[in-house]
């Protein structure tokens, strides 16, 4: 693997480890990472330079994150080409990527699996469960990646990356980090402490997070009652380097909100006189994940192993009450998702460098429901969310392969076959179900290095989405004043994914441009049944119908106009037309108006920056039905905003530094498309951090 990277050209630190995770701490450590900010794992599963890979990427640094301190990690990729970021609550949020989203974008924490069984194909609050302040880096691959990463990655693919820690290779060392925040727009702060340290062959690292966001003003000076949450977190990491070749790696993470309200739920959307519950809390909502990696490097017939062992348990437990209803549920959630993955790297002589493996995942959802008379408190079980025992298990083996037949052209392709055993179990309701699709999904990647600045590089992919059990067996209350039924059914989603695009790269501008096409097929549709309950609710199931065809155009430039002034802009249109199977075409779902970025960097010394920026997005009136009929989108559009800010870092003496940032100046009053509450209105965000 270290002899691929110095064939594309790229320099490490020599103590850089090779995985699926980034580099780490100590503040000289952190410094030196921070400027290999070229080099990404997740496109081809091993670490290479991005220029030279033909994937369309986005890398998101820690001190990006630091610096925004984001409520969820998707805040961070605003404005970043082919990105959209939407929210239906505080505490949660998701990244729309080249107009999919949900469980249609396959989501990873150190590349383990953040998607589970009842991961919603719609926005959804899991990702809101994973610290910000825990990560090192963010990487984005847009387009459909089936042969490395398999169900689910249709859209793209996103990886969370923690920071590993230097053993074996430097002398011993201690580092302890402070970090707090604040925003004026909800009394919001944030709190992050952390210390690590390595002797010899040993490193560990601890910390601790709290966050706490009251009601959100938004623009114009309104207060949104209630919107207001709390997390808490703690995480660490051991790493242990067992002989010049080889290293293992245990770690923890836990994050709890302890109640979290649905804004759009309990505030009246678009078309509604009043709002659609009186209570609709996620209480508790919890993820707990444990992850051991074995590495070796340099075996008899492969460069790299890597077997990794992880368990992650998400709770989504609820408490809700329908609009003047004397009943209240509460609802209990649970999804085991228990996960091995093995892989190998191996450079041939001939020249291709070979990447092969594979996944086993088993995740068991339990699901409990309790109604309760608030006159006078009488409890009964009723129908639980989910059929209670279900099961996702899934089977993959991949192939790629990356080859250079000359100097001015790259080839990498890959195969995967997966196999899935889906059950659902048995309810008062439906008896049990059991499915077991599979599938044989690729992609074939090409680059053509027409100098050593400029690439042109075209992809072309296959990617599918097998049923979950949120798609076969959702029981019960969904928003949008709907009622939702099983579908056993049900068959997998598939999407065949092509762009093109262009990547410049010299001393002074970095520029990427890229033009996608995405047909979509037998997409998972919640579909009205023509009945209504007995509380007015609509009924709906899902089914395979519609037929999606997806194109755009998406495109971002740095360019440095002198040793200290840099600037950057960001563009992305992206257009959707869904299909049903009478004929009928319509706006697809959710598709982001036009949109993006410009900014302005300008270092005033070595120790102070200044940035500007502005996010803006242009009026987004084409909509589906279901858009027009989803409270939290206006059925007369989504109005186009700008948004104008400013920003300043200090790097001081002692380890200090401190941000400074003025949001929104202009106090604009707006809402993202697409999202359940309005935008933030003017801020004041401050923040100090202090390693020592």
Known sequence: MIKALKRAGVSLPPFFLIG???????????QEASRQEHVQVTATRRAADEFDVSAATNLVASDDIEAQNPDVLAEVLRGLPGLWFQQTTPGQGIPIIRGLKGSQVLHLVDGMRLNNAFFRNAPNQYLGLVDPQV??????????????????????????ITADL???????????????????????????????????????????????RNNRETGSGQSLVPSGFRSRAMDGKYIRQLDEASDFMLSLQVLEQPSTPRVDELTAGFGQDIPASDEFYFEPNERRFVHARYRRESGSWYDQLSVNLARQIIDDDRRTRDRDSANRRLEQNRSTLDALTVQFDRELAAGPILTWGFELYQDEVRSARQQI?????????????FPDRSHLDSFAAYLSSDWRPSERFDISAGLRYSRFDIGLAATGDSSAARLKPDDVTGDLHLVWFVDANTHLVANIGR???????FDLGTLGPRPGNRFNVANPSLGPESVWSYDFGVKHRDGSLELEAY???????????????????????SVVRAENLNDVTLYGLEAGLRWSAGPRLEFDATLNLTRGTERSMDGLRESADR??????????????????????????AARQDRLSNRDIDDPRINPAGSAGWGTLNLGFRWTLDDGYRLGLALENLGDKAYREHASGIDAAGRNLAVFISRSF
């Not at 995770?21 to 100590?26: D, F, K, R, V, Y």
């Not at 008379?373 to 969310?385: H, L, P």
């Not at 990617?463 to 059990?469: D, H, V």
């Not at 579909?527 to 209504?532: N, Q």
């Open 135 to 160: 990560s090192q880096s963010i990487e984005v691959v847009r387009g459909a990646s089936g042969a490395l990463y398999g169900s689910d990655a249709m859209g793209g693919v996103l990886n969370i």
């Open 591 to 616: 598709i982001p108006p036009l949109n993006g970025r410009i900014g302005m960097s300008y270092s005033i010394s070595d120790d102070l920056q200044l940035e500007s920026w502005l996010l803006f």
């Open 166 to 212: 230097p053993v074996g290779d430097r002398d011993s060392f201690r580092e302890s980090r402070f970090y707090a925040a604040y925003d004026s727009v909800d009394s919001g702060l944030t709190g992050r402490a952390e210390t690590s340290a390595v002797s010899g062959d040993n490193g560990i690292r601890l910390g601790v997070t709290y966050l706490e």
């Open 515 to 537: 033009a996608f096409y995405m047909d979509y097929s037998d997409k998972i549709t919640s579909v009205l049944t023509g009945e209504v309950t007995q509380s007015g609710r």
């Open 373 to 385: 008379d608030i006159g006078n408190g009488t409890r009964e079980s009723t129908r639980s969310r």
């Open 463 to 469: 990617g599918f989405r097998a049923p979950n059990i």
């Open 20 to 30: 699926l995770t980034a580099p780490t701490l100590a503040d000289d450590f952190q």
